[in-house]
């Protein structure tokens, strides 16, 4: 069962939203979708659009809104767009019901939503509780490259006053047709390393063909050269037996929340375990999880990283040099033919870059390789360009991927 994505668009100008002709015309002329059914019910415009070959059901309707005070503002605003953004009284509610491909959806809902109001202050997603910068969702609504999958969903870290407890819960998955995930039990000092196994999780299950059922295993990283984190979703309902009652997160506070579709995160120590139906909390692996795992990224995603990279890699170029930057590439090298197999070809590295030319960059490796012998931290060479897979712009004040490139369009 899917829940319907609910996003509100904020229009520059609010009388944008009184000329339902020009947004129905530009939403007609925008590349790659088609309008098949366009019906009026009660203020409220139902459509029927293919966008890249794929059906989607789309409602639209102007409504009054007012800035949630608890939605997390996933982007940098000038403070002209805040106040401007807190002067709106109306937006353009975006309904759409996702289809099988979770990350083509929720582009194609982003794409809808600049063709019919190009011109925009923000968006709220309002199914994973966060407020989206304009000069994001135009930026990714032009290109050719979903954004990352994180965008779909937000996860949300709720702590106890009165003593070490976190609570992690995710929301905006239950749109894709897959459970919210959480992480128990969780603490001050770990939860951002719990933070990106949910992450992991949330990607890897946002591009599975079916589901993972419960207490299914899914591998998720390398913690070291011999370790591995698998992992495994088990319902909220059995998940809280497990804890008091009253513990943040525990039963008493299924009441009247976070008791739909939703399930913990638990992990398998070894294939006996998982064989026994025997998991263990996440906290098993804490120690590991504060060093430098590798994640298992897909095929899929990893072609997508690449291919946004590659298309913004100009940004990143322009970027090299500027003061108290600092540019980071992340490189996808063949390892030893030992360690080769069906599903494991190359390895993707972090590298410091310290020269640029036309063909390629100077690079310094900024951590140890897993499966490539002759390479080692610190090693400096020579690499072309088409070996990126990802890259990083640090600044004193942030950190912009290929995906943030719009911070550096709007200064």
């Known amino acids: 069962m899917r829940d319907i994505s609910h996003m509100l668009a904020v229009p520059v100008l609010e009388e944008e939203l009184m000329d339902l002709d020009g947004m129905m015309t530009r939403l007609s002329q925008a590349d790659g979708i088609q309008i098949c059914q366009a019906t009026m019910e009660e203020e409220v415009m139902k459509l029927r659009l293919q966008i890249d070959q794929a059906d989607y059901s789309v409602e639209l309707y102007p409504t009054g809104f007012q800035v949630p005070e608890l939605y997390r503002s996933l982007h940098a605003f000038p403070d002209v767009d805040i106040?401007?953004?807190?002067?709106?009284?109306?937006?353009?509610?975006v309904e759409m019901t996702y289809g099988a491909d979770a990350l083509a959806s929720y582009h194609a809902q982003l794409r809808i939503i600049h063709a019919l109001l190009p011109e925009k202050l923000a968006v709220f997603d309002d199914s994973s509780e966060k407020i989206l910068s304009g000069r994001w969702a135009a930026l990714a609504a032009s290109s050719k490259i979903p954004p990352a999958p994180r965008y779909i969903y937000t996860v949300q870290a709720v702590s106890d006053p009165e003593d070490d407890l976190v609570w992690l819960h995710s929301h905006g998955l239950n749109r894709c047709g897959i459970t919210e995930l959480e992480v128990l039990h969780s603490s001050k000092a770990v939860y951002q390393s719990h933070y990106s196994v949910m992450e992991m999780m949330a990607?890897?299950?946002?591009?599975?063909?079916?589901?993972?059922?419960?207490?299914?295993?899914?591998?998720?990283?390398?913690?070291?050269?011999?370790e591995s984190l698998v992992g495994t979703?088990?319902?909220w309902e059995q998940a809280v037996e497990l804890y008091a009652p009253h513990m943040l997160g525990g039963k008493n506070d299924r009441e009247e929340s976070h008791?739909?579709?939703?399930?913990?995160?638990?992990?398998?120590?070894?294939?006996?375990d998982f064989q026994q139906g025997t998991y263990g909390a996440l906290s098993l692996y804490d120690e590991h999880l504060a060093g430098?795992?590798?994640?298992?990224l897909t095929t899929g995603e990893t072609k997508r990283m690449k291919a946004l990279a590659l298309e913004r890699l100009e940004y990143m170029q322009k970027a090299f040099g500027k003061e108290e930057s600092t540019i980071q590439v992340k490189l996808g090298l063949e390892i030893d033919e030992a360690h080769r197999s069906e599903d494991l070809s190359t390895e993707h590295?972090?590298?410091e870059v310290l020269g640029m030319g036309r063909e390629g960059m100077t690079a310094k490796l900024t951590q140890e390789p897993y499966y490539i012998a002759d390479l080692h931290k610190g090693?400096?060479?020579?690499?072309?360009?088409?070996?990126?897979?990802?890259w990083a712009i640090y600044t004193p004040e942030r950190r912009i991927?290929?995906?943030d490139v719009y911070l550096l369009e709007s200064k």
Do not use: K
């Open 259 to 272: 008791n739909g579709h939703t399930s913990a995160i638990f992990v398998y120590p070894s294939y006996e």
């Open 349 to 351: 590295i972090w590298f």
């Open 233 to 235: 979703l088990v319902p």
């Open 292 to 296: 430098n795992p590798i994640y298992m």
């Open 83 to 93: 106040e401007a953004l807190q002067q709106m009284e109306i937006g353009l509610a």
């Open 379 to 390: 090693d400096t060479g020579q690499y072309p360009w088409e070996l990126i897979t990802d």
């Open 401 to 403: 991927t290929p995906d």
């Open 203 to 226: 990607n890897r299950l946002l591009e599975m063909e079916e589901p993972l059922g419960p207490l299914e295993p899914l591998f998720l990283a390398h913690l070291t050269s011999e």
